[in-house]
Each structure stands twice: as structure tokens, then as C-alpha cells.
């Protein structure tokens, strides 16, 4: 029980403040770069894990090419 509570919080304060953080840069930057910054995070955080594998296994293959 205490979990979810501690979830549910969790929850609560990081909409809290990606609500804070969109109010704030839309006051000081305008709505189209706050967006673009959003989604680019979102990009990031979404495909990162992915391009790293593939740059990891690039890396991999070209040092197996070099020593072989």
C-alpha cells in the first residue's frame, strides 16, 4: 500500500513540474521553442537507448575488423 502512495506521488510531482517547467519557458522563450525543446527530449529519451546500442556495435565490429 505504501508503494502505490509513494507511486502516486512520484507521479504527482513530475507532472507538477513539467506543467511548471512549460508555464516558465513559454514566459520566457514563447510556445514554439518550449515545444521544440519538449519534444526533442522526448526524442532523446526515447531513442537514445537505441542509438547507443547501435554506435556500441559499430565500435565492437570495427575493432574486431582492426585486430583481425
Same mark, same amino acid.
Given at each position: 500500500? @505504501?508503494?502505490?502512495? @509513494?507511486?502516486?506521488?512520484? *507521479?504527482?510531482?513530475?507532472?507538477?513540474?513539467?506543467?511548471?517547467?512549460?508555464?516558465? +519557458?513559454?514566459?520566457?522563450? +514563447?510556445?514554439?521553442?518550449?515545444?521544440?525543446?519538449?519534444? +526533442?527530449?522526448?526524442? *532523446?529519451?526515447?531513442? +537514445?537507448?537505441?542509438?547507443?546500442?547501435?554506435?556500441?556495435?559499430?565500435?565492437?565490429?570495427? @575493432?574486431?575488423?582492426?585486430?583481425?
Amino acid at each position: 500500500m @505504501q508503494r502505490d502512495e @509513494q507511486h502516486a506521488l512520484g *507521479v504527482t510531482i513530475g507532472l507538477l513540474l513539467l506543467v511548471g517547467g512549460v508555464l516558465v +519557458g513559454d514566459a520566457l522563450v +514563447g510556445p514554439w521553442p518550449t515545444f521544440a525543446a519538449g519534444a +526533442g527530449l522526448v526524442l *532523446v529519451h526515447y531513442l +537514445g537507448p537505441s542509438v547507443a546500442r547501435e554506435i556500441a556495435v559499430r565500435r565492437f565490429a570495427r @575493432q574486431i575488423r582492426r585486430y583481425h
